[in-house]
């Protein structure tokens, strides 16, 4: 069973501290999500466990290995996969050339088209566009295939940033079962959400963040969570007030 673990984590940009306490924990078949509002310090937590951001203190570990100091094609050749916010896809390529580049991460190396076949089964969508540019796809077919591309690698844990943000409701909801699916297959997800209720429709666990530390962290079926959550968005609203606010 794979499991990441995340214990006091700071880490930020330059000399800009983003994240300064943040502790979480994936496991094999399970959805832990993260959730807070926009500069909580969700999208800089993910970069940091992917190796794109310097840890200043606290650990990562994956099944025990400590990742600070590994590089990030490392960290995806030991099981990391990370869909970044905004469909990041290789755009000029076409959905197959997207897939065969996600092969050079995988730690099996099964280039005999096996994996990417078993990736076409789930997502019967990018089967049929094959041969398109990933120009021409819509968004949440380039959401998909983001996904598709990450999972070509045979993750043990995939790490996705605001899979929802600008899908239509029906493509949400396709989204949903498709996390499902993966956590059923036995992938431990780490899941950055804005979609509250998304998050908590697929979750298994919940960690919420305010100004990059953690506040809240329970299962979802916490009686407190939903408060927790509010607790965390009207604070930032209260710190920030609009202008009718501020004049009362």
Do not use: C, W
Request: net charge positive.
């Amino acid at each position: 069973m794979a499991e990441l673990i995340v214990s006091g984590l700071a880490t930020g940009y330059a000399d800009l501290k983003v994240v300064t306490d943040i502790s979480l924990a994936v496991r094999s078949g399970s959805v832990t999500a993260m959730l807070g509002r926009n500069g909580a310090g969700k999208t800089t937590t993910l970069r940091a466990i992917a190796g794109l951001n310097r840890i200043s203190s606290g650990t990562v570990t994956l099944n025990g290995t400590v990742l600070n100091r590994l590089p990030a094609y490392r960290r995806a050749r030991l099981g990391i996969a990370y869909v970044q916010e905004g469909k990041r896809v290789f755009r000029s390529r076409t959905v197959d050339e997207n897939l065969q580049l996600g092969v050079y991460a995988s730690r099996s190396r099964r280039r005999d088209g096996k994996i990417i076949d078993e990736i076409y089964g789930r997502f019967p969508m990018l089967a049929a566009r094959r041969k398109t540019v990933a120009a021409a796809l819509s968004g949440g077919q380039q959401q998909m295939l983001a996904i598709a591309q990450a999972l070509v690698a045979e993750p043990d844990i995939l790490l996705l940033d605001e899979p929802s943000a600008g899908l239509a409701p029906t493509i949400v909801a396709e989204l949903a079962d498709i996390v499902r699916d993966l956590k059923a297959r036995g992938l431990g997800v780490l899941l950055v959400e804005q979609a509250v209720e998304f998050a908590l429709a697929v979750a298994d666990d919940v960690v919420v963040v305010d100004r990059g530390r953690r506040v809240h962290a329970a299962p979802v079926t916490d009686e407190g969570l939903r408060d927790a959550i509010k607790r965390a968005y009207l604070a930032e609203e209260a710190r920030n007030p609009g202008p009718a606010a501020g004049a009362q």
